[in-house]
């Protein structure tokens, strides 16, 4: 099979046509059998043949620039040759290991505790949760009420932490949870530093982290209604609630604070985990110490499914079997992680991810200066979001981030949108995006803004 070629050797072979005959075929098949909770064809309704590297081709032979990544779980892109090399000696060694110890596990488990901060790794122990992110919230849960013996938890509003019972249940997201009674209990939502649009109307220039202090006031107050709580759930960077980081101000603060009540704080890095944000782990980026931070997505490397739970040694006191599950013991998963984490070392991806991050910020702010409806471009690193406006009212527009969508798919790239209302273009390239990469995509969304 011939390889798709880099956008600084061929013209991409970009059809205006979306979705094409074949793909509108399976996309016919898919709507009679499955799921009517798939999401992703809805906006996107291409068929995909094949990836490599940043790009994608469909099964009518048109290629996009993929920056959706897998939703964050392909750091390099698709089919990654070392890595693909790697998985396949796996797979003809040992594929499922349950939680028996193998040395690729071990390699895994080293490669990953390697990534944390110094004064962090020996006081940390590691748990595999199977393979969604969602899982690792549900562990995460179960492990501080556990611990703690108490039951209520902290959330932010605006947080995505998964679709599962629980995960759902401290999700800030409303629409899922209205058709689904007997929710778990004892979930408190907090406002989080979306500036853009006050939680509490005040001015971000003046507020003094006014987020955070509510909720420390919140919890001192003796009659403020809520008891001690297991555990604190926290985003660095809301990824589905439309790309927006916290501030620093407000992370302190709330580090500070599960500190000095002693609740544990749990680091949500499913997506920003690995690289994404230009550090290993976000939280580094806000000099927290978090007592729980859980892991997915990018940990399998290339798209396998994986989900891990690193975690303070004093929250520790699980029995044998208190958590389980028959997948989390992928061993091509692992296997995929240690050939990424290496691409990723040798090649100082960091540093790309800072590089290219801050340019395509730059290119971002640039192309959408001229146009009112752009409310705000923000992010970190590789994880970028650009909000869409009704220029009159300033509040969200659906409908014109899905133009934008849609006009940038038809010439050849593939974003996301997301946060309130899905109003908000999200941008999520590979970790070893190259300049002509991102000038070719910008090159396509520059039009796509001025067509919608």
Same mark, same amino acid.
């Given at each position: 099979?011939t390889a798709i070629q880099p956008v600084d050797?061929?013209?991409?072979?970009?059809?205006?046509?979306?979705?094409?005959?074949?793909?509108?075929?399976?996309?016919?098949?898919?709507?009679?059998?499955?799921?009517?909770?798939?999401?992703?064809?809805?906006?996107?309704?291409?068929?995909?043949?094949?990836?490599?590297?940043?790009?994608?081709?469909?099964?009518?032979?048109?290629v996009f620039i993929d920056f959706l990544s897998?939703?964050?779980?392909?750091?390099?892109?698709?089919?990654?040759?070392?890595?693909?090399?790697?998985?396949?000696?796996?797979?003809?060694?040992?594929?499922?290991?349950?939680?028996?110890?193998?040395?690729?596990?071990?390699?895994?488990?080293?490669?990953?505790?390697?990534?944390?901060?110094?004064?962090?790794?020996?006081?940390?122990?590691?748990?595999?949760?199977?393979?969604?992110?969602?899982?690792?919230?549900?562990?995460?849960?179960?492990? %501080?009420?556990?611990?703690?013996?108490?039951?209520?938890?902290?959330?932010?509003?605006?947080?995505?932490?998964?679709?599962?019972?629980?995960?759902?249940?401290?999700?800030?997201?409303?629409?899922?949870?209205?058709?689904?009674?007997?929710?778990?209990?004892?979930?408190?939502?907090?406002?989080?530093?979306? %500036?853009?649009? %006050?939680?509490?109307?005040?001015?971000?220039?003046? /507020?003094?982290?006014? /987020?955070?202090?509510?909720?420390?006031?919140?919890?001192?107050?003796?009659?403020?209604?809520?008891?001690?709580?297991?555990?604190?759930?926290?985003?660095?960077?809301?990824?589905?609630?439309?790309?927006?980081?916290?501030?620093?101000?407000?992370?302190?603060?709330?580090?500070?604070?599960?500190?000095?009540?002693?609740?544990?704080?749990?680091?949500?890095?499913?997506?920003?985990?690995?690289?994404?944000?230009?550090?290993?782990?976000?939280?580094?980026?806000?000099?927290?110490?978090?007592?729980?931070?859980?892991?997915?997505?990018?940990?399998?490397?290339?798209?396998?499914?994986?989900?891990?739970?690193?975690?303070?040694?004093?929250?520790?006191?699980?029995?044998?079997?208190?958590?389980?599950?028959?997948?989390?013991?992928?061993?091509?998963?692992?296997?995929?992680?240690?050939?990424?984490?290496?691409?990723?070392?040798?090649?100082?991806?960091?540093?790309?991810?800072?590089?290219?991050?801050?340019?395509?910020?730059?290119?971002?702010?640039?192309?959408?200066?001229?146009?009112?409806?752009?409310?705000?471009?923000?992010?970190?690193?590789?994880?970028?979001?650009?909000?869409?406006?009704?220029?009159?009212?300033?509040?969200?527009?659906?409908?014109?981030?899905?133009?934008?969508?849609?006009?940038?798919?038809?010439?050849?790239?593939i974003i996301e949108v997301g946060g309130r209302?899905?109003?908000?273009?999200?941008?999520?390239?590979?970790?070893?995006?190259?300049?002509?990469?991102?000038?070719?995509?910008?090159?396509?969304?520059?039009?796509?803004?001025?067509?919608?």
């Open positions: 099979m050797e061929v013209q991409l072979r970009i059809r205006t046509a979306v979705p094409g005959p074949r793909s509108q075929e399976l996309l016919g098949r898919q709507g009679r059998y499955e799921s009517n909770a798939r999401t992703y064809p809805r906006r996107l309704p291409i068929a995909v043949r094949r990836g490599f590297g940043p790009y994608v081709e469909d099964v009518d032979g048109n897998g939703a964050g779980v392909l750091p390099l892109g698709h089919t990654h040759p070392e890595i693909v090399d790697r998985v396949t000696r796996q797979l003809g060694e040992y594929v499922h290991g349950l939680d028996l110890p193998t040395p690729t596990k071990d390699e895994f488990v080293e490669a990953t505790m390697s990534l944390l901060p110094e004064r962090m790794r020996d006081r940390m122990k590691i748990h595999f949760c199977g393979p969604t992110g969602a899982n690792a919230v549900e562990a995460a849960l179960k492990l %501080c009420k556990g611990f703690t013996q108490r039951s209520d938890v902290i959330s932010f509003q605006g947080g995505f932490h998964g679709s599962t019972n629980g995960a759902m249940a401290v999700t800030g997201l409303v629409g899922p949870k209205a058709a689904v009674p007997g929710r778990m209990p004892d979930v408190h939502f907090f406002p989080y530093p979306y %500036c853009l649009r %006050c939680p509490l109307s005040l001015d971000p220039a003046t /507020c003094e982290v006014n /987020c955070a202090t509510y909720l420390r006031r919140a919890l001192l107050d003796t009659h403020g209604g809520i008891p001690r709580p297991a555990a604190i759930l926290l985003e660095m960077v809301q990824g589905e609630g439309g790309v927006i980081p916290a501030t620093a101000g407000f992370a302190r603060e709330v580090g500070r604070l599960a500190k000095e009540l002693d609740v544990p704080l749990i680091v949500d890095e499913i997506q920003t985990g690995y690289g994404r944000t230009g550090t290993w782990f976000a939280f580094e980026q806000y000099d927290l110490e978090p007592d729980v931070v859980l892991l997915s997505k990018a940990a399998g490397g290339i798209g396998l499914p994986v989900s891990l739970m690193l975690y303070d040694r004093r929250l520790d006191e699980w029995q044998p079997g208190a958590h389980i599950g028959t997948f989390r013991g992928h061993q091509l998963a692992f296997a995929a992680g240690i050939a990424s984490l290496e691409v990723m070392r040798r090649d100082n991806i960091l540093d790309n991810v800072a590089r290219q991050g801050e340019y395509l910020r730059e290119r971002l702010l640039s192309i959408t200066e001229p146009y009112a409806a752009v409310a705000e471009v923000r992010g970190l690193g590789l994880m970028l979001g650009v909000e869409i406006v009704d220029a009159r009212t300033g509040q969200p527009d659906p409908l014109r981030a899905s133009r934008i969508q849609r006009a940038a798919l038809t010439r050849g790239l209302s899905d109003a908000v273009l999200r941008f999520l390239p590979p970790l070893n995006v190259t300049r002509p990469v991102i000038d070719a995509a910008l090159a396509i969304l520059t039009t796509a803004l001025a067509e919608a």
